[in-house]
């Protein structure tokens, strides 16, 4: 008789612990498979690394005409005098960075034994590279060789598209859709919260790019340099935090 209250009290509180255990549960697996510490500091030393290309051997004039480059390179910028260079660094560096950002995640995985599924991250990634190889492409036709009505009706759109990629900074919008998928699939706020600004870094200086009346003799030789780098300190900074954060976490 003496433990018959003791029963129920321990029945009363058993589904709330139960469901408490399962709540910590998740968060620790949540907090185990995030591995994103890596990607972030991948490509923003890969955009560091690119610096060099951005910099012209000349004060830049405010237009350069188009140059006669592979389609290939249309990951480089037309208005860049290293674009050809700077395009097939890019597509190597894109592509090479989502297959090692994949090779890390399963490797991570199976150490921790939890996985984030990264085939959508990837697949984002890779596809982007190759749909930034092709739109300047598809933007030049639209702006220049379709009828008045299409490329009035549609020059919101590519006016700006074509100015990101005129100064080579494709690959950085490339990196942004992907990390965005990345901290969808990580669900992870912190992730998604360094893949916002690193977008609205990008926005902000193609915003200022497109609305500036430049004149012959505004732009210098590092011009291109500082709207390329910009954006790439939050990516470093992000990737730091993060894995300070990682290395931090009780075994």
Known sequence: ?????????????????????????????????????????????????????????????????????????????????????????????????????????????????????????????????????????????????TATVISNGTSWATTPLLGISNRGMLPHLVIAVGLLVLARLERSRGLAAVAVCYTAALVFVNIYFQTTNFEPGDLSRFSFLLAALLPAPILLVGGTIALVATNRKPS
């Open 1 to 145: 008789m003496s433990e018959q209250p003791s029963t129920a009290t321990s029945s009363e509180h058993t589904p709330g612990e139960l469901l408490a255990s399962v709540a910590a549960l998740r968060r620790r697996t949540r907090v185990a498979r995030n591995a994103y510490w890596l990607p972030l500091l991948l490509f923003g030393l890969l955009t560091a690394a690119a610096a060099p290309l951005y910099v012209e051997s000349v004060e830049s004039p405010a237009l350069r005409a188009t140059p006669d480059n592979p389609a290939l390179t249309g990951l480089g910028g037309d208005f860049l005098e290293r674009s050809a260079a700077l395009g097939w660094y890019w597509l190597v560096a894109l592509i090479g960075g989502y297959l090692l950002s994949l090779w890390w995640y399963r490797w991570h995985g199976t150490r921790v034994g939890v996985q984030t599924p990264t085939r959508a991250y990837v697949i984002a990634g890779i596809a982007g590279t190759l749909i930034g190889i092709v739109l300047p492409i598809a933007l030049r036709f639209l702006l220049l060789n």
